[in-house]
Structure formats: C-alpha cells, structure tokens
T-cell receptor, first 112, second 112 residues
C-alpha cells in the first residue's frame, strides 16, 4: 500500500543550528513533492515544491532534496530561529492523479 | 484578497444532524479540495474537484457529499453526522497547472 512517513517524534534543536526533517515514501511515483508549514490552529502554508527531475531546491534559509531512488526527501532549515517552530508536512501527488497526499508531519521546536 | 474562506469556524452537532461546511476562494483556482485532520493521522483527502461540474472521491469520502456549481464555491455536506466525523476540516485550492495548495483556516466540527 502507499505510505508517506515522517518522523512522528518532535525535533528539538538549538537556535542557529540546522534542522533536518525526513520524508520517506513507498509505492508512489511522484511527479513532484511539496513541503508545508502548519502552526497550531492554522491551515498549512506552502513552502517549497521540488520536481522528480530536480535534486535540490533552495529558498532563503530552506533547502529541499529529492532522491527518487531512495524514495526520500530531506528538508533543511539553516540558521534556525524560534519562529521556525511549527509542524512541517510533506506531500506527494502521484503521477496522473490530482490528489495530494500528506504525511502526518514532524513538529520542530527551536530553543532560544 | 481573501484567499480561501471557510465557514463556520466552529460547529457542534448531534449525531444524525446534517450540515454544510462552506468554502469559497477568490483566486479563480480550478482545483478545490476538502481534507480532514485528526491527531496523529495527518491530513486525509475527502473529495476534490478539478473544475465546475466535476468532482471526485479522495481517500475518505464516505459520509460526505460535495458539489461544484461555480468555480468559487465547493461546499462539503454531512448528511447524517456521526461522532467519527469529529475533526478539523480544511478546504484548499490551487491552479491546475501548479501544485501549490492554498488552505483555509479550518472548520472545527464536534459531533456528540
């Protein structure tokens, strides 16, 4: 069956360090993968999209990698700040279907 | 620009009651969708639409109906509410040629 896995345990890091979050998937052939941020009581907010033929994408302090052989995406936040504390969700759209499936998310806590 | 607007924000129902969650977007997005979010289970797709007059089922469609008579509106109907439908519901929309979803702020539904 299809599965998207994110570390369910919260990630706690010190301010200024790099946070790395992992998204693994099985039985998908994604055309692209997306990352979203969700704050408590709010709707998810889009951060980055990376296509199957792209290895890496950057946006300010954010970097996403996408390895279709390993079936894994890594999401990095460099020089992390307490304001980066949130839950981060990865999402996949299977090729040919207009249905975005989300992982359950990883909560990041950045300590000052 | 209002984006994606959901109403109501909070609702309490009794088992067996019916109700409609409203969703409207002012971005002229072709694609609209409904998700539910439960603790530990992430976002699960209920129904989606790629344009007016076209709807399709997602991962968890049972107990929910949708229609898409206009580009702007995508209401979600619960015909006979059950306690298992207690959840936070999110509406999201996007252009068909991009993957980025814009989410509403959510509707918290409790079924007693």
């Amino acid at each position: 069956s299809q599965k998207i896995e994110q570390n369910s345990e919260a990630l706690n890091i010190q301010e200024g360090k790099t946070a790395t979050l992992t998204c693994n998937y099985t039985n998908y052939s994604p055309a692209y993968l997306q990352w979203y941020r969700q704050d408590p009581g709010r709707g998810p907010v889009f951060l980055l999209l990376i296509r199957e033929n792209e290895k890496e994408k950057r946006k300010e302090r954010l970097k996403v990698t996408f390895d279709t052989t390993l079936k894994q995406s890594l999401f990095h936040i460099t020089a992390s700040q307490p304001a980066d504390s949130a839950t981060y969700l990865c999402a996949l759209e299977d090729t040919g279907r207009r249905a975005l499936t989300f992982g359950s998310g990883t909560r990041l806590q950045v300590q000052p | 620009n209002a984006g994606v607007t959901q109403t109501p924000k909070f609702q309490v129902l009794k088992t067996g009651q019916s109700m409609t969650l409203q969703c409207a977007q002012d971005m002229n997005h072709e694609y609209m969708s409904w998700y539910r979010q439960d603790p530990g289970m992430g976002l699960r797709l209920i129904h989606y639409s790629v344009g007016a007059g076209i709807t399709d089922q997602g991962e968890v469609p049972n107990g929910y109906n949708v229609s898409r008579s206009t580009t702007e509106d995508f209401p979600l109907r619960l015909l006979s509410a059950a306690p298992s439908q207690t959840s936070v519901y999110f509406c999201a929309s996007s252009y068909l040629n991009t993957g980025e979803l814009f989410f509403g702020e959510g509707s918290r539904l409790t079924v007693l």
